[in-house]
């Protein structure tokens, strides 16, 4: 009897490159160059050449190791490496340096926004093969082109285990995953490959399992998985019997095709690698890791809820941009916390994502927020007028104080003044009056609107409000 209750079962290994300086085993460049030549960011250990011996990168162990420290993992007391054997151009020493025997990391766990957790079955290391270049397409070209330049480049692999039941499930993984990668600061989003291999089955089949592979994208994993269901459930549906298999997937025409029938573990025949030694994870080491580890996403979340009040759905997207979460932690300390993740989330989030920029691309800093928001608490400018301000702010950094001086922009606060230019509002908006006055109180938004205009955004909503009422009556 199967031990499966879900009418899908999916499982994801998901390779992550990390961002160090250098290869995992070498000393050349990891990123790449703008317009770089194919084969040139290479030597002899990440192309294989006989008597060339690896040294390993001890900044991208200490990564992964912050990856299992974040995922609550069991690490392992020993580093050990081993030899992935195959027979394919994108190896040009036939083989791969991985771990298989002893991972670094096992039993991890990953939670889903809505709260369900996803065991983790190991986290382990090793290096990038080379690129495939198909010129025409995988499916259709004649010849295939090998770039070396990503070979030997560090990645750690994250292996699920077969807890995800949908494809919307499998997508908010890679989210959650990929805010604890940028929270630890060990990936680059901007320069720094992710991908993922799904596997999926559904009862229908009896769980016959299909491997696609190089899924890159939280949209991309979703719908390659949504047509795969799709394809297993028509296939047995017409009486086809359904075969183990490896598959890749074609953004582009949104289907999966098949590559060749499944590995299995044994056609790789797997040794320790016999020139890396085997390398103590001691506590000392740990210990001086631990140190460097930040206070992660769910960790600022339950702070911002519980200490600072702020709605879960509000502090759930605050806390899920490490900048964000930091400016938040920032500019309470010296403003109301509500008004402060009031306009984190919405104002500058807005402004952020209209002009197409993250906050590390602007010159906004944690004062900048503190003095426009302690300008609008003491009530010296409108929140139209600090819009303004933010919307300015994501172009050029400036004095907020001085720049309110100099505009002219504090709050109009002399009574008379606003009286005489809601009198003149009253004036030009008389069919909006004779609305309200007929009990159509969203009318007199239109005659507010012109005292804003003359007062250039400067009058105070609410008094403005108080005054056309008394006038009008």
């Known amino acids: 009897m199967n031990k499966f209750t879900s009418d899908i079962i999916i499982g994801i290994e998901v390779h992550v490159e990390l961002k160090t300086n250098s290869k995992l085993f070498c000393s050349c460049k990891r990123a790449a160059d ?11 250990v990440c192309l294989g050449h006989p008597g060339s011996k690896p040294v390993l990168n001890k900044k991208a162990v200490e990564y992964a190791i912050k990856l299992a420290l974040a995922t609550n993992s069991k690490i392992a007391k020993e580093l050990i490496f081993s030899r992935k054997s195959y027979f394919y151009p994108d190896m040009s020493k036939n083989y791969q340096i991985s771990q298989y025997e002893i991972p670094l990391a096992t039993e991890g766990k990953i939670k889903l926004e809505n709260g369900k957790e996803i065991g983790l ?13 198909h ?15 990503r070979s030997g480049d560090p990645l750690v692999e994250v292996v699920t285990e077969p807890d995800l039941t949908s494809p919307g499930e499998a997508r908010n993984f890679m989210k959650q995953l990929i805010t604890i990668l940028q929270y630890l600061e060990i990936f680059d989003i901007n320069n720094c490959i992710i991908k993922a291999d799904a596997n999926i089955s559904i009862k229908e089949s009896n769980y016959i399992r299909a491997e696609i592979k190089n899924i890159t994208g939280f949209k991309e994993i979703e719908r390659a998985l949504n047509y795969e269901v799709a394809r297993q459930k028509k296939e047995v549906g017409e009486g086809k019997k359904l075969k183990q298999e490896t598959r890749a997937w074609d953004s582009e025409k949104g289907i999966t095709f098949r590559l060749r029938t499944k590995e299995t573990e044994a056609d790789y025949g797997y040794i320790i690698d016999p020139d890396l030694v085997k390398i103590e994870i001691t506590k000392d080491w740990l210990d001086e890791i631990k140190k460097e580890m930040p206070e992660l996403a769910h960790e600022k979340l339950k702070k911002f809820t519980q200490k600072h009040g702020i709605k879960e759905e509000m502090a759930k997207v605050i806390s899920k941009d490490k900048a964000l979460a930091e400016m938040f932690e920032a500019v309470s300390s010296a403003i109301n916390p509500k008004l402060a993740a009031k306009w984190i989330r919405r104002e500058l989030t807005r402004v952020l994502n209209y002009s197409k920029k993250k906050l590390k691309d602007t010159d906004i800093k944690d004062i900048h927020m503190i003095d426009l928001l302690k300008l609008i608490e003491e009530k010296k400018i409108t929140e139209t007028t600090a819009q303004k301000i933010i919307e300015k702010l994501t172009e050029k950094a400036f004095d907020i104080k001085e720049h309110v001086k100099k505009e002219a922009l504090e709050l109009v606060s002399d009574t008379s003044e606003i009286e005489k230019f809601c009198k003149e509002a009253i004036k030009e908006g008389t069919k909006a009056v004779e609305d ?12 507010t609107g012109i005292v804003m205009r003359k007062t250039k955004g400067k009058a105070g909503p609410k008094e403005v409000l108080e005054i056309l009422k008394k006038l009008i009556k």
Not at 436 to 447: D, I, P, R, S, Y
């Open 135 to 149: 010129p025409t397409g995988m499916r259709d070209s004649k010849l295939v082109l090998v770039d070396y330049n």
């Open 34 to 44: 703008e317009n770089e030549e194919p084969n040139t960011r290479t030597c002899p």
């Open 121 to 133: 079955v190991r986290i382990h290391m090793e290096e990038d093969p080379a690129a495939l270049v």
């Open 436 to 447: 309200f006055k007929k009990g159509n109180e969203k009318a007199l938004h239109f005659v």
